[in-house]
């Protein structure tokens, strides 16, 4: 299944116009004195220049979409962190979709460079689909134990943290949401993510 | 139980599963490798013959 392609113009106007407003909350930050606003919009605002820099850098052109996939996990993530995972009740949602679904791309590009680089492993695109599950639901794992760590660190501390948990329901909820975006990764991901393996898959040969 | 306490009990059993989880990859990396050394010297020796 391919999902209508942005060209490379969209996709840098719209990062551009992410960025700016990822300078805009970083500079809130800075002048009323919020130090929640300047951590996580820098590194906001850093992630958002790994896709162009992977490809001026390390010659790794990534999909348009996949570059704006990024952006966009990370820049609603940043905007939550500012103030809408308080106002907006389903914000939480949509970010950890997003992230899981980003993780989920990665797991998958990882299982199918390995699928094309050995010949003698060969993973059928119906035990992807279990693997990208597995994946996203094990990080899912090591995500709220992370949110948990944090919490005590709060609490010992009394330092406020970016993240923080709220109760047993939203941990189920949160876990729901990944695997909701795992679920998008493993239907669409093969026509996307194909060409990144493949990538990725060459330079694994030229290590060899 | 209170959902906090519920959250907190969940996260416990998180830690051991991702234990377990660590063990499980550390014993089934060891034993792949061995069983891969033990082809890799199967094969040389029928090679050899």
Same mark, same amino acid.
């Given at each position: 299944m391919i999902l209508p392609r942005p060209?490379?113009?969209?996709q840098?106007?719209?990062?551009?116009?992410?960025?700016?407003?990822?300078?805009?909350?970083?500079?809130?930050?800075?002048?009323?004195?919020?130090?929640?606003?300047?951590?996580?919009?820098?590194?906001?605002?850093?992630?958002?220049?790994?896709?162009?820099?992977?490809? *001026?850098?390390?010659?790794?052109?990534?999909d348009p979409w996949l570059?704006l996939w990024?952006?966009l996990?990370?820049?609603?993530?940043?905007?939550?962190?500012?103030?809408?995972?308080?106002?907006?009740?389903?914000?939480?949602?949509?970010?950890?979709?997003?992230?899981?679904s980003?993780?989920?791309g990665?797991?998958?590009?990882?299982?199918?460079?390995?699928?094309?680089?050995?010949?003698?492993?060969?993973?059928?695109?119906?035990?992807?689909?279990?693997?990208?599950?597995?994946?996203?639901?094990?990080?899912?794992?090591?995500?709220?134990?992370?949110?948990?760590?944090?919490?005590?660190?709060?609490?010992?501390?009394?330092?406020?943290?970016?993240?923080?948990?709220?109760?047993?329901?939203?941990?189920? *909820?949160?876990?729901?949401?990944?695997?909701?975006?795992?679920?998008l990764v493993?239907t669409f991901g093969q026509a996307h993510l194909?060409?990144?393996?493949?990538?990725?898959?060459?330079?694994?040969?030229?290590?060899? | 139980?209170?959902?906090?306490?519920?959250?907190?009990?969940?996260?416990?059993?998180?830690?051991?599963?991702?234990?377990?989880?660590?063990?499980?990859?550390?014993?089934?990396?060891?034993?792949?490798?061995?069983?891969?050394?033990?082809?890799?010297?199967?094969?040389?020796?029928?090679?050899?013959?």
């Open positions: 060209s490379v113009r969209s840098r106007r719209l990062t551009r116009g992410m960025q700016v407003i990822l300078v805009g909350i970083v500079a809130y930050g800075v002048v009323f004195g919020a130090p929640k606003a300047i951590t996580n919009g820098s590194m906001g605002l850093l992630i958002t220049f790994v896709p162009a820099l992977l490809e *001026r850098k390390y010659d790794f052109p990534l570059g990024i952006t996990a990370v820049f609603l993530h940043t905007l939550g962190s500012a103030g809408l995972y308080a106002q907006i009740d389903g914000w939480d949602h949509i970010t950890h979709a997003m992230s899981a980003l993780i989920a990665v797991g998958y590009t990882f299982v199918r460079a390995v699928d094309l680089h050995n010949d003698e492993i060969h993973i059928p695109t119906r035990f992807a689909f279990v693997v990208i599950l597995l994946v996203v639901m094990s990080f899912g794992v090591i995500w709220e134990l992370f949110e948990f760590g944090l919490d005590i660190v709060a609490d010992t501390t009394g330092i406020s943290m970016p993240l923080a948990q709220h109760g047993l329901d939203d941990t189920v *909820r949160d876990m729901l949401f990944n695997t909701f975006g795992a679920v493993a194909l060409g990144v393996a493949e990538t990725v898959k060459d330079r694994l040969a030229t290590a060899d | 139980m209170t959902q906090e306490a519920a959250n907190a009990a969940l996260m416990g059993e998180f830690i051991w599963v991702t234990l377990a989880g660590l063990a499980a990859g550390v014993l089934f990396d060891a034993y792949f490798r061995g069983r891969g050394r033990q082809l890799r010297r199967r094969l040389r020796a029928v090679v050899r013959r």
